[in-house]
Structures are given as C-alpha cells and as structure tokens.
C-alpha cells in the first residue's frame, strides 16, 4: 500500500515562513513525480507545485511562484515545500500527491494517483 504522510503545517503570521514535509512508503519513489496542492475552505483542489523524478524539473502556480521552492530527496523518500512570504490567502490544508507519470505531469488532481491525509497551514494577518 502507498503511503503519503504530510508534517509541518501550523499557525504562522502573515510574513512567515513554513517548511511542509511529505514522507512517502510503498511506491518507487524516485521514479515517481511529486507534488503538492491546497484546497481552502469551500473551495476546490488546485495545484501549487510539481517536481519531476530527478529533481531537475518543477513547476509552480502562479500563486506561488518565487515565495514556494518544492525539493525532493530520493535517499530519503521525502518531497518538501518551503513556504516563504506567507500570505492571509494561502491558508488552506495541503496535500502531497504522487504519480507514476514522465515528466510532463498535468496539474489536474484527477491525474495523480496517490494523496497524503493534508496538513492544515493557516496564515494569520
């Protein structure tokens, strides 16, 4: 069984910084992409950021982009987001996602195969 286990979400003022982890088991974790998405109260799934098997390729929604930086580190079958420059309106629970695709994966939830639980991240102002 696939495993995906979310950590690091938390209270942060707006201005913070977060570092989520995501620990993954029973998948060929270095010939997986990973990635991570939000859904915020009343809203649908939307994707923040990928990163390809190697490390070498990500993308990021525009959202994010130069405030998160996704990471991987295959030795430990661990996929990271850093969350700089927190904003009210990334409040949200967060999930990471894998999928046995090559690189190009799509930014639809319905296209990855594997999710963590989520781990709440709220961003006071």
């Known amino acids: 069984q696939v495993q995906l286990v979310e950590s690091g979400g938390g209270l942060v003022q707006a201005g913070g910084s977060l570092r989520l982890s995501c620990a993954a088991s029973?998948?060929?974790?270095?010939?997986?992409?990973m990635g991570w998405f939000r859904q915020a109260p009343g809203s649908e799934r939307e994707f923040v950021a990928v990163i390809s098997w190697s490390g070498v390729s990500t993308r990021y929604a525009d959202s994010v982009k130069g405030r998160f930086t996704i990471s991987r580190d295959n030795a430990k079958n661990q996929a990271y987001l850093q969350m700089n420059s927190l904003k009210p309106e990334d409040t949200a629970v967060y999930y990471c996602?894998?999928?046995?695709?090559?690189?190009?994966?799509?930014?639809?939830?319905?296209?990855?195969?594997?999710w963590g639980q989520g781990t709440q991240v709220t961003v006071s102002s």
């Open positions: 029973g998948l060929t974790f270095s010939n997986s992409c």
């Open positions: 996602a894998a999928a046995a695709r090559r690189w190009p994966i799509s930014s639809r939830p319905s296209d990855w195969h594997y």
